[in-house]
Each structure stands twice: as C-alpha cells, then as structure tokens.
C-alpha cells in the first residue's frame, strides 16, 4: 500500500513557488491524506533541453523526497486516466464527463510554453480531487506520485548524481493554501567569450559556460550564477540559451530622454561619445549591455549608462552590492572571437543609423514647431534658459521702473474719445479750483 504522502512544491533555489494547486490523493480506503499546495518548474539540459515540475512528497513517516514530472508524462497519465474510466471520460457520452480536460503538450518545449502550462496545470490537479473515490483512490493516480529512482538521483551531464536540491522549511507549508502566483524561474543564458575576473565580486567565465541569471542590472553587469560560483558578469559575453521570440531591447525612442552625466568619460572607440560631468544628453536608445547611444546636440554616440542618471529626479543611493563597480563593463565589439550558437546574431544598429535617424527626427520636429509639434527634451530645456530674464531672483528684488505720466496734450491726441471728455472736463475744474 502506498503510504500517505504531501505534495509541495519548491524551485531549485529552495524558495516556495507561490502555486496553491489543492490536490488531494487518496491511498486504497485510507483517507484524503496528500495535498499538492504549490507547483514550480526547473529547466534542465541533459540529456536535452526539456522542463521539470518540481514536487516535494511527504510520507507518512515524516520522510520527504523531491520528484519531478515532465508535462507529457502529467498528459500521457491524463489519457491512460481517461481510457480507465470511459464514461467519466465522456467517452461514451460527453454530458457524463466529469474527468477534467488538459491541454496537449505543445512541440516546441520553450520556456515560455513550459509558464503558460501552469495555469492549466493548477486547474486539473484543483479539479482531480473532486473525483469520486473510484478515480481519485486507484492505484494510477497514487502510483504517479510516487518516487522513482531518478527523482532521487537525477543525472547530470557527466554521469553522477546530482544532490544539489534545497528543501523548503516545515513551516512554510503549515499555512493554508494561498492563490495561485507565477514561478520563480531564472533565465539560462550562454558565455559566447572567455571572461577573466578582474575582482572579487565577478565570476571567471569560459565559452560555452551556462549561467543562470539573478538579477539584471541596467548598467551592464548582471548577477549570474555558474555551477556554485555567484558573481557579477558583463552583459555583453552572454546570450540567451534560447532564441527569443521578441526583440529583448526596445526599440530606440529618438523622442529622447533627458539624462545628465556623473561622472567624466573619454572615448575610447569611435562610436562613443566623450562628456563631461553635468552634461545634459538625450537617451535614444538603452541598450541591455549598459552603453546607451545617447544624443548631444546633432552629435550620437554610445556612453555607459552607469555615469548617467535621469533629469530632474533625486536618485537613490547605489546599493551595496554594487558598489564596487566603478568601470564600465567591456563592449560585445572588444570580444576576440564571440561564437554564438543562434543563427540570427543580436540585431544591432551601426552608428551611421543612429546619426541618419536622430538627424532626421529633429529636422522633422523643426519642421513641425511652427504646427505644435513635438520639441526634444533638451531643446526645449535650452529654450527655456533663454527666455527673458525678468524672472531671476535676482531681479526679483528690483522695483519695476515707473513710467512717466501722460501730459494732457498728449492725451488728448492720441486718446479715444471718451478719455478726452473726462480730460476736457477735469481741466476747468482744476482751473477752478486754484482760483
């Protein structure tokens, strides 16, 4: 008899995935005594490139085993489910289905494919447990949960075991269930160069070197993590294990944004740009390798993004973690030797598209400045400082010069009627007056 058992689920980092699946199995006459509370995945490439569900089992004699299923195996026991019970099926009759349906397994296993599976995924573990006992207690559902050699010894790319796995607490499971949230899966990327660490901080890299990302920074230097080691790598010597279907940088806004320099920078290629602490440039495009093209006056150019902050807004302090870069990370152009796996290279624009485009947005927007049009950011910042300069403080504290008053013959030549007859009127009284 299969021991009573509670299913959990957890990612490789030994973090709760957040996922509430609600499923109960039931063991011969024993009572409902499993729950599936949360659900996460892990990738793996050996001995191909597929996606795990990860599923933590507690036994009855307090003993927990971490087990792993591949979504065509969860479908491949869905239909042998569904050929058991015909008529629950909806086989014989579809208004007497009560089985829940789950979606084919798609033919390209991308991660993406491999997150959108979680939804439905959750809602047929949720709607198996409302099986009566003839379905929910057979032998098929207990035996798919139980632990199999491989769950306990999975095998790495050079024949051993892998042992690797961190457990969630006890007490992280002694709550009730919560709702459904999305998994924490880190990207897998590829070294395309030989990296030499040059501090502590970063991690040395060889080609073909498989990394998994923690945190991407937008000055260029991402934290990565290589078998054990942990550290900071250039952005530049990685690229995505798996082509991307989208772009993963956006698209250059010539509009710009409005960016003043930190720190002094001197170019070093041709294509950079040198500038001088506070100088206020437009930030055209931002690139993921932290060397933004930026726009000064007419002139384009790459700049690290680290020695940038944003205009007119209070940056907050660096965090420590990175506080020790102070040096801008390499350019994808100074790596000997790149090899990329994907056929299609990361697309990129020559400095001549960017001067051509920028050149020719900002002849537009002059164009269109007698209609309303749309000013870049700087521009408008240069108009500003040379309106009049009547607004200063420091002219602030003048009195305004008084005019002169009007003598009567000049009111009276210049003057509409009406201020004439008020003139005409209060002479002879004055005259009066004084006699």
Same mark, same amino acid.
């Given at each position: ?16 995935? /957040? ?11 024993? $009572?409902? #005594?499993?729950? &599936? ?17 990860? *599923? ?51 033919? &390209? ?15 047929? #573990? ?14 098929? %559902? ?6 199999? $050699? ?83 790598? $250039?952005?530049?010597? &990685?690229? $995505?294990?798996?082509? !991307? ?29 040198? *500038? ?35 205009? /007119? ?24 030797? !790149? ?5 299609? /290279? ?55 010069? %008084? !005019? ?32």
């Amino acid at each position: 008899m299969v021991p009573p058992l509670d299913v959990r689920g957890v990612n490789r980092w030994g973090r709760s995935t /957040g996922n509430s699946w609600g499923l109960q199995i039931y063991t011969g006459t024993l $009572p409902p #005594c499993a729950q &599936l509370k949360r659900g996460g995945m892990e990738k793996r490439l050996f001995p191909s490139q597929h996606f795990v569900y990860m *599923l933590m089992v507690k036994w009855s004699d307090l003993s927990e085993k971490l087990i792993y299923r591949r979504y065509p195996e969860v479908h491949t026991f869905h239909k042998t489910l569904k050929e058991m019970f015909p008529i629950e099926s909806g086989a014989i009759e579809k208004k007497d289905r009560t089985i829940p349906t789950l979606p084919a397994p798609s033919w &390209l296993d991308s991660q993406k494919a491999a997150e959108t599976r979680q939804s439905p995924l959750a809602e047929y #573990c949720r709607s198996l447990i409302s099986q009566p006992p003839h379905i929910s207690r057979c032998r098929l %559902v207990c035996s798919f949960f139980a632990v199999r $050699p491989e769950d306990e010894n999975p095998l790495s790319p050079n024949g051993t075991s892998k042992n690797e796995t961190n457990y969630v607490s006890k007490d992280q499971f002694n709550g009730t269930i919560t709702e459904i949230t999305g998994p924490i899966v880190l990207d897998t990327y590829r070294v395309i160069g030989d990296f030499e660490k040059t501090s502590k901080h970063e991690i040395t890299l060889q080609t073909g070197d498989l990394v998994e990302i923690v945190e991407k920074s937008t000055n260029g230097w991402w934290f990565c993590q290589c078998d054990t080691s942990l550290g900071w790598v $250039p952005a530049s010597y &990685l690229e $995505p294990l798996d082509a !991307p279907e989208e772009p993963e940088e956006a698209e250059p806004n010539y509009a710009g944004e409005l960016y003043v320099t930190t720190m002094a920078y001197k170019a070093e290629l041709e294509d950079e740009l040198s *500038l001088e602490v506070d100088e206020e440039v437009e930030v055209i495009h931002k690139l993921l390798d932290g060397w933004w093209e930026v726009r000064k006056g007419d002139e384009t150019g790459h700049f690290p993004s680290m020695f940038l902050k944003s205009a /007119g807004r209070k940056e907050p302090a660096e965090p420590q973690n990175n506080s020790f870069q102070r040096r801008p990370p390499p350019r994808r152009s100074t790596i000997r030797n !790149p090899k990329s796996i994907h056929t299609r /290279g990361r697309r990129s624009l020559s400095q001549d598209a960017y001067r051509r485009n920028s050149r020719r947005f900002l002849q537009t927007t002059r164009g269109d400045l007698t209609q309303g049009g749309r000013k870049s950011p700087l521009r408008e910042r240069i108009n500003q400082a040379k309106l009049p300069e009547e607004s200063t403080p420091k002219d602030q504290g003048q009195m305004p010069a %008084v !005019p002169t008053r009007p003598t009567a013959d000049l009111i009276m030549q210049r003057c509409t009627e009406h201020t004439r007859k008020k003139v005409s009127v209060r002479k002879p009284n004055e005259s009066a007056a004084n006699h």
